[in-house]
């Protein structure tokens, strides 16, 4: 009997439906609506302003000057990440430097610290990090995990022939470093270097703590000068632009990347290069990257934790914001999962022009700013749907659009592995297709749901910008907590909560991932 | 006495609520909760609240943002305005509110309380306290006898990366539109540009202040009563207070004020908080957590602050600084905004 049903590895070649149900398009349909909200909310602002002002608002020294600040900020940023990142691949994967494991484990830890709070713990060091340089450099001591991980994945997974033959050839090891290995990781290069590059590019709070204007910054000055207006909304045209820039340049390189990869025929690993005298030298290397990334960055909230806790800690606000900080993040997170699944099962199971929208949706909430989708709500909700308009509901929308990209990818590689013609045999025994899915599919895609879930709440704890503009009255979330002290150069007032930031989101998300990433040989 | 909820479980609640029915999240069957745009210091807000429910049972719920900002919001929200009082740490963003006719005109009883010259055109705004611009220096990095005499002369290269300003915050603003007034366009523009050219730039004025205090800059533009808070806080500041030229631009006095929105659902409540804020019970809250000026007729700061009387501002008063749009556009052309 079990023979007859098909393996899950052939469940692609199901042929697919034609007609979606209802309770599939209509969301999709929403977040197809959703997504492009921003581009007509700038449209609308820019015509109610009129072209002409719209340009003027446009063409001006100081939009030149955010423009060269934000490019600076991506370029300086991305490029010390590649060249940190992959050094150090490289040498905790190829080399025989002792504590190599424990080092890939240490130099990951600021994945736990939010960028804003890391920004923090430098600028109350020392106001010479403000600015662009100290800007490139705390950015890029809290980012380039995100070029290290991946380049380290590729390194490991690696075929050592090619680069063994190239040797046997005559090839000197900068040979063939330069000539093999750096065009097989060119494109987790350009992968974790573009996430980057669009990170910088939406970066808020951490840049607003360094005194660096982008565009992002420059855009929130406008908001709290006058509320939702044309100047922000010109600016936000720019920052949309750029940020559709690096879409468009990610999905071309990820189109790239499937050419390159190579068979996994050779299990082999590579020899690690003997470092001799120059072992203390990579030591030292690893000590410096762990004790800029993230010992300073603890340690100074661990100095300023200690100066606060000689006054009493305003136990009742921090419980309060905890509180409020979980149960968004709770909602935020089931409603994207809830979400995240009518576009997995629409890009799986169906084809068609929908389809084809839900498969480029996430990429392209995925460069939205999270700053304009918020303007993008506050506008369309006071004008349009007044009952939304500052509610907890709206900001939960907010973290489900923002959020989506993260919840989908889990989901979809699930019910990929789900095979419809299961559900069609539950079918045929007389269950309705409602029932079929919730007792065959969901059970399958379940533990992946359950994953999106939680990586989605854990990444909505540390979520920022949009709350600062969607909250209801009265709300405070960790976040916001730690960004009004700091605003006010209260850092000891801001510790406690950046620190139980760093305990219920940081920590988690920094051990989910490094383990993906570390343990997966 | 009413029992409410953890917020922990109301907000869960209202979270689940609202992604069930899509509904606002209604915090329903409490007494009247008061809605508090607040401009000025969180701090502040937060003592008028606390010390209000304690005295009469109203919550008064308060979202916090810049004085430009909420009142800009209120323009958007129109009619719709959640908000029923609004609380500025400036004046021209009330006046504008004013002009547009968002807002009510509040009681003769309270305004009765204050000097007239401290409220807004036909009673809709009221100053609640006041505030003076002074500069700040540290003795460390200037002598006192060589700080000018005129807030005009913080722009020139003489003083490149030695003196801090706020672009951004509102009192600025204020500080702008007094120096178009007394000295005209040009001058103010001249002034703008020399500050961008040679000042350092602060994203508010606690951050400018304790910039001077480290010795980072040798002198900011900022209000009198954040050195008053620093100092409460440090016990003893290396920086000091310094007061321009008699008359001078540096020496305006200006307001924060409050106002009753005329959207609002509750226009009698709102007059009342008002009314309070006014008075000498409401003014004493304020004035002992910020070091402001109180407003209400006859009542002295106890906070040591230099006596009001003693203060030699230029004759500007909150009403003619009117609506600060001509500043934040000079501002916008030499491009610091």
Redesign the interface.
């Known amino acids: 009997m079990t023979a007859a049903l098909p393996s899950p590895a052939l469940a692609r070649f199901v042929p697919k439906r034609k007609r979606p149900s209802i309770w599939v398009v209509l969301p999709v349909l929403f977040l197809v609506a959703m997504s492009l909200l921003p581009l007509l909310y700038v449209g609308l602002k820019a015509w109610d302003a009129g072209w002409h002002e719209a340009l003027r608002l446009l063409w001006r020294p100081f939009v030149w000057g955010l423009l060269r600040n934000t490019l600076l900020l991506m370029v300086g940023v991305t490029a010390l990440c590649l060249v940190v990142g992959v050094a150090l691949a490289w040498l905790l994967e190829r080399s025989d430097l002792p504590g190599r494991r424990l080092w890939g484990v240490v130099l990951c830890l600021p994945f736990a610290v939010p960028s804003f709070v890391s920004s923090f713990t430098w600028v109350s060091l020392s106001s010479d990090f403000e600015g662009l340089g100290g800007a490139i450099l705390v950015m890029a001591l809290s980012k380039y995990p995100l070029v290290f991980l991946p380049v380290a994945a590729t390194l490991r997974n690696l075929d050592t022939a090619l680069e063994e033959s190239a040797r046997t050839l005559g090839c000197s090891r900068w040979g063939v470093f330069r000539k093999i290995t750096l065009p097989l990781l060119w494109p987790s290069m350009l992968g974790g270097g573009l996430l980057i590059a669009l990170h910088m590019l939406v970066e808020f709070g951490a840049l607003s703590i360094l005194g660096l204007q982008t565009f992002t910054t420059a855009i929130y000055q406008q908001f709290e000068l006058e509320f939702s207006n044309a100047n922000a909304a010109m600016l936000s045209a720019v920052l949309l632009v750029l940020c559709l820039a690096m879409l468009w340049l990610e999905l071309r390189v990820r189109g790239k990347a499937r050419h390159v990869r190579i068979g996994q025929g050779v299990a082999r690993r590579a020899q690690p290069l003997r470092l001799r005298g120059w072992m203390p030298l990579g030591q030292l290397f690893c000590l410096a990257l762990a004790v800029l990334g993230s010992g300073i960055p603890l340690a100074m909230l661990g100095y300023w934790l200690s100066v606060g806790s000689s006054a009493a800690f305003p136990v009742a606000a921090i419980g309060k914001a905890l509180g409020t900080s979980l149960s968004v993040s709770l909602g935020g997170a089931g409603f994207c999962v809830l979400l995240a699944l009518p576009i997995s099962f629409l890009v799986v199971r169906y084809k068609g022009r929908l389809a084809i929208w839900a498969e480029r949706l996430p990429y392209l909430l995925h460069a939205l700013p999270g700053l304009v989708i918020a303007l993008t709500l506050v506008f369309f909700a006071l004008h349009y749907v007044p009952a939304l308009y500052q509610t907890t509901a709206l900001l939960i929308l907010a973290y489900a659009l923002l959020f989506l990209p993260l919840a989908q990818s889990p989901v979809r590689t699930a019910l990929n592995k789900a095979s419809p013609t299961l559900e069609e045999a539950a079918r045929t025994l007389g269950a309705s297709s409602f029932a079929a899915f919730c007792r065959v599919t969901l059970p399958i895609i379940f533990p992946a749901m359950a994953a999106a879930f939680a990586l989605v709440f854990l990444d909505a704890m540390k979520e920022l910008t949009a709350t600062l503009l969607l909250s209801p009255t009265g709300m405070t979330t960790l976040a916001t907590e730690v960004w009004a002290h700091t605003a006010n150069v209260e850092f000891a007032a801001a510790a406690p909560y950046a620190a139980l930031l760093i305990v219920v989101s940081g920590l988690p998300v920094y051990l989910l991932t490094t383990r993906m990433y570390l343990n997966k040989a | 006495m009413t029992i409410r909820p953890?917020?922990?479980m109301r907000?869960?609640a209202?979270?689940?609520l609202?992604?069930v029915i899509?509904?606002?999240?209604a915090l329903a069957d409490e007494p009247v909760t008061l809605?508090m745009y607040n401009g000025q210091h969180?701090e502040i807000g937060e003592a008028i609240a606390k010390a209000y429910e304690a005295k009469t049972g109203i919550h008064i719920?308060?979202?916090?943002?810049?004085s430009?900002?909420?009142a800009?919001?209120i323009?958007?929200?129109g009619e719709?305005s959640?908000a029923d009082i609004i609380y500025t740490e400036e004046s021209p963003p009330l006046n504008n509110l004013g002009e547009l006719g968002l807002l009510a005109k509040i009681d003769d009883a309270t305004l009765n309380m204050l000097p007239k010259e401290y409220v807004g055109a036909n009673g809709t705004w009221m100053g609640v306290t006041a505030r003076t611009r002074v500069v700040v220096y540290n003795p460390k990095k200037i002598d006192e006898k060589d700080l000018p005499t005129t807030v005009m002369d913080f722009a020139g290269p003489e003083w490149d990366g030695r003196v801090g300003y706020v672009p951004?915050s509102g009192a600025f603003q204020e500080q702008a539109v007094a120096i178009l007034k007394m000295h005209g366009r040009e001058a103010t523009e001249e002034w703008l540009t020399g500050l961008k050219a040679f000042g350092k730039t602060y994203?508010?004025n606690?951050?400018a202040l304790?910039?001077v205090e480290?010795g980072?800059v040798a002198a900011v533009l900022v209000n009198n009563y954040y050195w008053y808070a620093l100092e409460r806080e440090r016990g003893k500041l290396d920086s000091k207070l310094y007061y321009l030229a008699d008359g001078d631009a540096g020496n305006l006095v200006t307001i924060s004020g409050a106002a009753a929105v005329k959207a609002s659902k509750h226009p009698k409540e709102a007059q009342a908080l008002l009314n309070w804020m006014a008075s000498e019970e409401g003014q004493r809250v304020i004035t002992q957590t910020t070091a402001e000026y109180p407003l209400h007729k006859g009542m002295v700061s106890d906070r040591g602050l230099k006596p009001f009387d003693e203060l030699r501002p230029p004759k500007i008063s909150p009403a003619d600084l009117g609506n600060a749009e001509e500043a934040?556009e000079l501002e916008?052309e030499v491009?610091l905004?």
């Open positions: 953890q917020p922990l907000s869960l209202a979270a689940v609202s992604l899509g509904a606002p999240a809605t969180k719920n308060i979202r916090k943002g810049s430009n900002q909420l800009s919001q323009i958007e929200e719709r959640p951004t994203t508010n606690m951050v304790k910039a480290k980072e934040i916008r491009g905004l």
